[in-house]
């Protein structure tokens, strides 16, 4: 008789439990003669019921990352899904049909969010009319957003009629009007204050908590750890390093671990003050021990 190998079983495919997955994600525009690699072969996984704060300085790559996820743009090489649907290889009318209903997208200008002439009940029925929704269905969806994000006494209103955050809110409500699998919003809170901005990440934090919905929030602000259980940073294309933050508990507040970010091809981002405070450049030492990773300069060892 012979022994006959075991083929080895098959791992599940990367993010095969996620609702949205980035996988070796690149996006690369050209401008004349200028090649510019927005995205550099990003990683990331969101799971339905998430609340994630993608942080980064200007030019870093999480604003296209989020045109991308909002079907806005396309990639240039990689993987990228969001709830089933392959956003790389989709055809112009699946592509509609995926921003009306599977994501809601809330930009940094309300004026884009808004429309001058409508009032906040109107807006927010707009998106229900065009999926055709019943009256009764679209009066009730309406009321019930307008309420949940505190803007109820603004529903007869204008944008002129209301300030920045009651504005940004409405915002909200109309991209969630739809029910859609997943709320994308980039810089929600750029043009607001401190006081203000807050106000909008907790109707964040309310929507994710009372709707279920997954949101996925962009901002320059890297204090915005402290009000999402995980915050993502993007640097030069790449995820670099992840914040969680454990809920707060009757006996003591919520805690904050940062952690540097493997991707699927071994490469992890270490933090600048790290590379200058050990002389780490071009190349370094690696060493394996028990339960950890060594890394030291090249030039550690030098004169010994």
Known sequence: MLDLP??????????HDALVV??????????????????QGLDLLVHEGEMVALVGA????????LNVLAGVDSPTAGRARVAGHDLVDMTRRERVHYRRHVVGFVRQQTARNLVPYLTSRQVVDLPLTIAGRPRRERHDRTTELLELLGVAHC??????????GEQQRVSIAVALANDPRVLLADEPTGELDSETAAEVFAALRTVNRELGATVVVVTHDAAVSGQVARTVAIRDGRTSSEVLRSHDTADQPGRSEEFAVMDRAGRVQLPREYREALDLTH????????????????RSDHGA
Do not use: W
């Open 283 to 298: 190349r370094v030492r690696l060493a394996l021990a028990d339960d950890h990773v060594q890394v030291r300069s090249d």
């Open 6 to 15: 075991v083929p080895p079983r098959h791992s599940p495919a990367f993010g």
């Open 58 to 65: 200007s030019g870093s790559g999480k604003s296209t990352l």
């Open 22 to 39: 980035c996988d070796n994600l690149v996006r690369i525009y050209q401008s004349e003669s200028v090649e510019v690699q927005a995205l």
């Open 155 to 164: 529903a007869d209103r204008r944008p002129a009629e209301m300030s920045g």
